[in-house]
């Protein structure tokens, strides 16, 4: 059964779609940094520890375990641990393939098919942080897989369904600029122009698992970030 879409925010307009005692999962903002980085700036990782802090009036430290990452420009579902017993749980279930992910993105140019599966092998370069996807494997590249769909045509932009099999370092960015539909404002990966916020137009839209703990079924939703393509196309 799935848990409603509760919707919270505090000073940092933090926006949590779903708590309990052992989980938390919030709605990334773009430009939001998951963990602290050479940049000094405040991660969102501190940002969440603030909320409990503050919200359950927790005096001292408060525990909290990063269960996966998503890239600053992109917006979306992060999953963080509130305890120690459900951290190691969830990183197995993700390790495991176990939790399902949906991405949505905006493309100017649409895939020649109108869904297919995409298998790369991506190798990191660490100097310019990219990945560039290659046909066959490579020294130190790993395998990708991901499934994509169009499911809105709009008067200038596509809107696809992203399902991914791996997750690999800018996975979706790189393989989608491989065909030939980069990513909305995404310029490491050959699209044309920033957005202005100067975010890239994939979101992290869906995420279902077993809970580590209750065992019950958690599935959600995180809603688009607010501007007029974004909006043109809520279903």
Not at 54 to 70: D, E, F, T, W
Not at 90 to 112: G, M, Q, R
Request: net charge positive; charged share 30%; with cysteine.
């Amino acid at each position: 059964m799935s848990h409603p879409k509760k919707i919270l925010s505090n000073k940092d307009n933090l926006q949590v779609i779903y708590e309990d005692n052992h989980i938390i999962i919030v709605n990334k903002r773009a430009g939001d940094i998951v963990q602290g980085d050479k940049t000094g700036d405040k991660p969102l990782s501190d940002v969440v520890k603030d909320y409990i802090k503050y919200k359950y009036n927790k005096p001292g430290n408060v525990y909290l375990g990063v269960v996966h990452r998503l890239d600053r420009p992109t917006t979306g579902i992060v999953l963080f641990s509130k305890t120690s017993k459900a951290l190691p749980r969830l990183n197995a279930l993700f390790a495991e393939k176990k939790a399902s992910k949906t991405y949505w993105a905006i493309v100017k140019n649409a895939p020649k098919k109108p869904e297919d599966t995409l298998i790369n092998w991506l190798k990191k370069n660490p100097k310019n942080n990219k990945s560039t996807a290659y046909p066959k494997e490579i020294k130190d590249s790993k395998k990708a897989i991901l499934h994509y769909k169009i499911i809105t045509s709009l008067d200038n932009y596509f809107l696809l369904e992203i399902e991914l099999e791996t997750g690999r370092h800018h996975q979706i960015r790189s393989q989608l600029s491989n065909i030939g539909s980069p990513i909305k404002g995404d310029l490491k990966y050959g699209f044309d122009r920033s957005n202005k916020d100067a975010s890239i137009s994939l979101h992290a839209r869906r995420l279902q698992f077993v809970h580590p703990v209750s065992k019950e079924i958690i599935d959600v939703t995180a809603s688009l970030p607010d501007d007029a393509i974004w909006n043109a196309c809520q279903p």
